[in-house]
């Protein structure tokens, strides 16, 4: 489709139109003419108003018929570029053919190279062995037996003496505990029946004694004339056996009676100069 251009064609000037012809692409057209009912009359002249509405129809016209070509070109090729698109075209996919899967082969396994095999050597053959002669068998001789020795005779340990009193009784030191410095240890000496007997002395002897290493006590009373004296654990006696200050060592203490001799086995008593260990003592003898 075209949009032909538009003519225009008057017949006096361009302030004195008379007549006008539009043609608007063979479709319509605008035709104004000016005529005079009375040809014989002469030509009034043309006022400006008049001009000036000729002027803007014409002017109107013309924006109308630019406008229709506008619209007219748009869609002339928008239509010429739809036909001219492809229509898109329907392929089928070919279906894929089945590959067969290999046959499965074993992956081959490792063969170890044999070890070579030493070539044995030739065995010697074995040399005869000489058949042993009869050897005589030696005769025993008699060999004299050793005469036994008689035995040796082991003296035997010294029998301990038997002492006319025995011990009895040794107090415990967690009952006995003191603060006097000096150590003190109470002594009974009784007959069978708990009877104090008086007339022996308690003799100690100890190596770590700084002061004496040997000490008698007084002879011992007839009566219970030594009683501890302490509440709670009171232990009656009938004599002291008093050595002097405590000591890091041992006094070993034995009954004697009026001749010197010893009537009774030792009883040893170990002391501390530490005074959390500070005791006294208890020991008793009973006549057997």
């Not at 006096?12 to 063979?26: E, M, Q, R, V």
Request: glycine share 6%.
């Amino acid at each position: 489709m075209r949009c032909n251009v538009f003519h225009w064609r008057t017949g006096s000037s361009w302030l004195g139109i008379d007549s006008a012809n539009l043609t608007f692409g063979g479709k319509f057209s605008l035709v104004y003419n000016k005529r005079s009912s009375n040809h014989n009359r002469k030509e009034q002249p043309v006022s400006p108003n008049r001009k000036f509405s000729v002027l803007l129809l014409v002017v109107v016209a013309l924006l109308i018929a630019g406008a229709g070509c506008v619209l007219t070109d748009t869609l002339s090729r928008r239509l010429g570029r739809q036909a001219r698109t492809p229509l898109a075209q329907v392929s089928r996919t070919p279906r894929p053919t089945f590959t067969p899967t290999p046959p499965w082969t074993p992956t081959p396994t490792h063969t170890p190279t044999p070890t070579m095999t030493s070539t044995p050597t030739d065995t010697p053959i074995p040399t005869e062995t000489p058949i042993p002669t009869d050897t005589p068998t030696p005769e025993p001789t008699n060999t004299p037996r050793p005469r036994p020795q008689p035995p040796t005779d082991t003296p035997a340990p010294p029998p301990t003496p038997e002492y006319p009193f025995a011990v009895i009784e040794i107090s415990s030191p967690e009952f006995t505990h003191t603060t006097n410095p000096m150590i003190v240890v109470y002594v009974a000496i009784t007959d069978q029946n708990n009877t104090p007997l008086g007339g022996y002395r308690v003799v100690g002897d100890s190596a770590q004694s700084p002061y004496q290493s040997h000490v008698e006590s007084p002879p011992s009373c007839y009566n219970w004339c030594a009683t501890s004296g302490r509440g709670g654990y009171i232990k009656a006696a009938n004599v002291k056996f008093e050595p002097g200050p405590f000591i890091d060592g041992t006094w070993n203490i034995y009954l004697v009676d009026g001749a010197g001799q010893q009537v009774s086995p030792v009883v040893p008593l170990t002391y501390s100069t530490d005074p959390n260990a500070w005791r006294w003592d208890f020991v008793a003898f009973r006549l057997r």
